[in-house]
Every structure is written in C-alpha cells, then in structure tokens.
C-alpha cells in the first residue's frame, strides 16, 4: 500500500509540474477573440487559461503564432479589457518571458514567470497574427542611392520604426518588399522633434532569418512608443537598398 501511494504521489508531482510549465515540452496557448488569428493570448496553467501582460516583444508574438500554426507575421497590442473587471488577474504569465522569436512553442522560450503580481497600469497582451491579412504599406521613402528611413502607412497614418532590434536581416525583409534584391540595416538619428512630439511610432520589429517581406514580421503594435525605447536607442530604422 505504501508503495501504491508513494507512486501515486510521485504521478501527481509530475502533473503539478507539467501544468506549471516546469517540465513540459508544450504550453497550449489561444487568441480568444473574434477569430483564431486575433484576440487576448491566453496560456493554460493549473488547469485554468491565464492571461500574459504586455510587454512589447514581438518575438513572443512569433512564437505564439507559429505555435497557433501560422507562417507570416503579425502584432501586439494592449488589450483594454481588465478596465471593465471582466478578466482574472490572480496569477499571469510575465511579459518578461525571454523568447528568441525561432521556438515552436512557447514552452521551448526562457525565463517562463507566473506571477500574482499586476502592474498597476499593466495590460494583458493581444496578438494578431496576419496570415493573409495585410494591414499596412511600406513606404517608398528611399533615395536616388536607394537609401533611407522606413515608415510604415496604416490607415493613412505614418509609424516610424524605432530600431531597438533593427539589423540587416530587418533590412532584407523591406528591401525585398519593396522590389529590389537585397539590403542592409542603417540608422537614423531621432531629433528631439521626433523623440518627443507624439509621432506614431511602433517600439520595436522582429524579422526571422528567412523573411522574405516585411509581412513575415512581427512588432510591438501601433504607436507602440516608450521612452525606454528612445532613451536607450535613440535612432529610427532605415536601410540601403541593392538592386
């Protein structure tokens, strides 16, 4: 009988610690919105799903996009939803999880973090993922070298991009957006004007190796700007185009 419940006892250690995402190699995780591509990520932890509050990282959108089973890109946003009370907050995911944007599921990301504690001003974390779906334009800003910044248009709004992770494979994706063959990562410094006037900005984008257009990205959502991002870096992403 001892040995019975000894085993029983060590079964249900095992299940404690895989519904903490503490030996699993697999989280389920859902968009609970209108649609599978959109709405509040959710993850299942103590047999309950649970929010994630946002923090921006769009690397953390590729995963969970991949893991939901779609290809291209997509976005964060902040949910508004705990406002109305209407979401449990007892015990969240960290937005601090650190994911190198290339896991298959979120389970493979580092520094995995329940917490029951809330930001005050915190907010759960939205993603859409794109699919077919092409919500912006890349704008044709470059010159006659086939160099300059990069804006995105959405609506009739220009976002610059801040280039907290701006590199020459970011660079690629828009060149080869934009029709030419390849490209590399330049920088821009941000004036003043720009760093505090309020211009549309989206905080920080995400490009995996084999992005082959700027829809195969991810970012930190729309007028995602944050003083952590320009004081830190206080440039706007631009590139070299070739031909």
């Avoid at 079964?11 to 895989?18: A, E, G, P, S």
């Avoid at 291209?72 to 994911?99: A, H, V």
Wanted: hydrophobic share 30%; glycine share 10%; charged share 25%.
């Amino acid at each position: 009988m001892k040995n019975i419940r000894r085993e029983v006892d060590e079964v249900r250690d095992y299940l404690n610690q895989y519904t903490a995402g503490i030996v699993c190699n697999y989280i389920p995780v859902r968009l609970n919105g209108s649609s599978a591509n959109d709405g509040i990520l959710e993850v299942y932890h103590n047999n309950r799903w649970k929010l994630v509050s946002y923090r921006g990282d769009p690397k953390l959108a590729s995963v969970v996009c991949r893991q939901l089973g779609f290809r291209s890109g997509g976005e964060m946003y902040k949910s508004y939803i705990c406002i109305e009370g209407n979401c449990d907050i007892s015990e969240s995911l960290s937005g601090y999880t650190e994911c190198t944007g290339k896991e298959d599921n979120l389970a493979q990301c580092e520094g995995l973090q329940w917490t029951t504690y809330w930001p005050l001003y915190g907010r759960p974390t939205g993603i859409r993922c794109y699919g077919d779906y092409r919500p912006f334009e890349v704008m044709q800003t470059l010159n006659q070298t086939h160099e300059g910044e990069i804006k995105l248009t959405k609506d009739g709004e220009d976002y610059r991009i801040c280039a907290r992770l701006w590199d020459d494979i970011h660079a690629r994706a828009v060149c080869k957006s934009l029709g030419y063959s390849d490209g590399s990562a330049k920088y821009i410094r941000a004036t003043r004007y720009v760093r505090y006037s309020g211009e549309k900005m989206i905080g920080s984008m995400y490009c995996g190796r084999g992005a082959d257009n700027m829809y195969q990205c991810f970012h930190s959502g729309w007028n995602s700007y944050d003083k952590e991002c320009f004081n830190a870096f206080p440039l706007t992403a631009a590139v070299q185009c070739i031909l």
